[in-house]
């Protein structure tokens, strides 16, 4: 989730003013069949063999068992309580009556897809301190099957072949040579006998590469780098030799960015693999690539040939990105008759907010349209399929209002397609966010490196400039026609940051909400016909299986930064939890989720006296907003698993330097600051925190 901590009490203000059934207990769900290239390509209805269900990604069930007419009979089937509480954002693999889902710290668990009772879990242990590494939290977005195994990526950088009856390890790959800030969140793909698994961490500062895995030995295939390293050096291959090209400076000093660290796909037909690629670093482009440049290959989709790497073709969704406008979000591949002729394409919604339809074969652009409010360009020429950029959208003489912001018009959460009706389901959302160069920036490794200065974020606290923003922050569920380029249908939700989707063959479409709800809707028309409570914020996107010939639908539920962004507050009026589970409905289902334990939400202490002068705090606000603002959020407010520092505790304030600086908290993810602050900086900082708490205990009072 990238930077969302940031917009703490802002969104809050402007958008929201054990496993358990009641069934006859079922025997352990056998070890499962052989998971292959065919049975990939044939995607049997009743198992979710990969990813987006099958090679394209396409997130649609065949299953009709749920529709339209019968939906409303749907009731929890079972679930299960995942113990830990820093997020779920995979989406369930099953095989064979076996579901197979990842919770936070890459901890995998294999569960009787019909009782939800546990077969057995994998804790790769990943070391608490790899946290502070984590651009969004410590959350992982699933699994991979082939042949007899399970294959998981870790936190941590490892790459974890698993037995699919007993959850023994096969073998486990170091991916990234023990350099952090890398990381793992995304899901592994499994082509031909090669698992692929790309890393996170380009806002830390990292250069980006995908990797192929032998499934038998853990052996690498190949590696493919997104962005050209040091020209002294030379290049890998000849498209990173063109791509250096279109770059300037000396990028490769902080790694250039470019992490492949989530979307991918797979034509079986044209034998290519599609990755989708993230933002640079640091993310203001003239502080990496000072007199500009295409910078390939950032926010592109590249296509691959899978078995050995070779560069294919790519389009760039944003050249020169300077946004963090990522061409990581979800790819689905599709046949659509547009002008008379079928075409093989692929589309994508990433970050930027325009809505791409692209031809799978070369690369080449069919359509692209906004989808929500987009600021930064009027729109995408044709001919070259570049956008054409609003004047000072790079934010060169002042601020811009940029929409959408680094939050994207649609972020990680999944979106599905039925060929049914022809419509992609799109969870997008309106964030719009002020960009302003930081113009005390100086590359910090392993920590944040933006080079943007968000104290533009800040509440406004004229409330007729409140009223306006608050009008353009929203999240809804889109129904999108590709082939016309239009919105159909929506569903507007309370706020931004709402699940991924599934659509089924019931004319069912699936999304879970910020707020906790898990609902149905037609996908005709966009009704919604169903809803169920899941006590906690649901962001992944659903799977539909069956099970003695009896459908399921299945997600992973809990929230972990996402608490920071609401803030304790808000949680708390919203009765939610901050816990992570599996849940699974089917028809007739009669199990209950146990009552939510009652709100205990503690009033806001007296803050300290303030200690130091204006000038002082004047620094310690722009520390804390280059640096502290994406965990502890805007105004010094956030929630759940990230202190909201308003709160801070006296002994934790007398031990200020000992945690920023000397990294007493390490464990918990909280980074030691002694590399980028002295003993000033800290103090400064701490002088900022007392002055936002004082603040916040007045509005309170």
């Known amino acids: 989730m990238k930077y969302s901590r940031m917009y703490g009490l802002v969104v809050v203000a402007l958008c929201l003013t054990g496993c358990g059934s009641r069934e006859e207990p079922m025997s352990p769900a056998a070890a499962g069949a052989s998971i292959g290239h065919e049975e990939i390509v044939a995607a049997d209805p009743g198992d979710w063999l990969t990813h987006g269900r099958d ?34 954002e995979a989406t369930p693999i099953v095989v064979d009556g076996r579901m197979y889902v990842t919770g936070s710290w890459s901890i995998v668990y294999a569960l009787d897809a019909a009782t939800g009772e546990e077969l057995w879990r ?44 007993s959850g023994k390890v096969n073998w486990k790959v170091d991916t990234i040579n023990r350099q952090p800030p890398y990381t793992i969140t995304g899901a592994p793909r499994v082509i031909q006998g090669k698992v692929i698994i790309g890393n996170g961490g380009a806002d830390l500062g990292v250069r980006g590469y995908v990797s192929a895995y032998d499934t038998d030995t853990g052996a690498l295939a190949w590696r493919f780098h997104t962005v050209p390293g040091n020209p002294d050096n030379g290049f890998e ?6 791509a250096a090209e279109t770059w300037t400076g000396e990028w490769w000093q902080h790694g250039g960015g470019g992490t492949v660290w989530d979307s991918m796909a797979y034509d079986p037909e044209l034998d290519l693999l599609y990755i989708g690629i993230g933002n640079g670093s640091p993310w203001n482009q003239r502080l990496r690539s000072p007199r500009g440049g295409d910078n390939l290959f950032l ?32 790819i689905v591949l599709a046949d659509l008759d547009i002008g ?12 930027n907010g325009f809505f791409y339809v692209v031809d799978r074969t070369d690369g080449s652009l069919i359509s692209a349209e906004p989808y929500v409010a987009v600021t930064w360009a009027s729109g995408i020429d044709k001919a070259t399929g570049r956008p054409i950029e609003a004047p000072n959208a790079r934010y060169v003489d002042g601020a811009f209002l940029t929409m959408p912001s680094g939050l994207g018009g649609h972020n990680w959460h999944p979106m599905s397609f039925s060929p049914e009706t022809g419509l992609v389901y799109l969870p997008s959302q309106d964030l719009p966010a002020p960009y302003l160069e930081d113009a005390g920036f100086e590359f910090a490794d392993g920590f944040w490196n933006t080079g943007i200065d968000f104290r533009t974020l800040e509440s406004p606290t004229d409330p007729a400039v409140a009223a306006e923003v608050s009008k353009m922050v929203r999240g809804q569920l889109v129904a999108w026609d590709p082939v016309e380029q239009r919105e159909v249908w929506r569903y507007q939700h309370m706020g931004p940051w709402n699940g991924g989707t599934l659509a089924t063959a019931g004319g069912l479409v699936f999304q879970g909400s910020l707020v906790g709800e898990f609902a149905a809707f037609d996908a005709t028309t966009g009704t919604r016909l169903w809803v169920s409570n899941a006590q906690t914020g649901v962001a992944a996107a659903p799977a539909s299986y069956a ?6 639908v299945a997600v992973a539920a809990g929230w972990g930064t996402i608490f920071a962004l609401l803030g304790g507050e808000t949680i708390a009026s919203l009765g939610l939890e901050n816990r992570s589970r599996v849940l699974a409905f089917k028809r007739g289902g009669i199990a209950a989720l146990p009552e939510p334990p009652p709100s205990n939400t503690a009033p806001m202490p007296e803050p300290p006296e303030q200690f130091a002068n204006a000038e002082t705090i004047a620094h310690g606000k ?3 907003y280059q640096r502290c603002v994406t965990c502890h959020g805007v105004d010094v407010a956030s929630g759940g698993i990230t202190p909201d520092l308003r709160y801070t505790r006296p002994e934790v304030h007398d031990a200020w330097d000992a945690i920023v600086l000397g990294g007493a908290l390490r464990d918990l993810g909280m980074p030691a600051f002694d590399s980028i602050f002295d003993a000033e900086d800290s103090q400064a900082v701490q002088a900022f925190v007392i002055e936002a708490a004082n603040r916040a205990y007045m509005r309170e009072r």
């Not at 099970?547 to 399921?552: A, L």
Request: net charge negative.
């Open 55 to 88: 090679y394209a990604e396409q997130r649609y069930s065949p299953l009709n068992s749920i529709d339209t007419e019968n939906v409303n009979e749907l009731g929890l089937a079972w679930y299960f309580d995942v113990p830990t509480a820093r997020g779920m």
């Open 122 to 165: 994998y804790d790769p242990e990943v070391p608490k301190s790899w946290a502070q590494y984590a651009c969004c939290d410590v959350v992982n977005r699933g699994v991979a099957a082939w042949g007899d195994s399970i294959f998981v990526g870790t936190l941590d950088g490892y790459l974890v072949s698993l037995d699919a009856a």
């Open 237 to 242: 291959n000849d498209a990173l030799a063109a």
């Open 299 to 330: 926010s592109s989709i590249v296509a691959l040939k899978p078995a050995t790497g070779e560069y294919v073709w790519h389009y760039q969704t944003t050249p020169g990105d300077t946004w963090d406008f990522t061409a990581t979000q979800h």
């Open 340 to 351: 008379g002729e079928l075409r093989k394409v692929l589309m994508q919604a990433p970050k």
């Open 547 to 552: 099970v003695d010939g009896e459908q399921y």
């Open 622 to 624: 722009a520390l804390y």
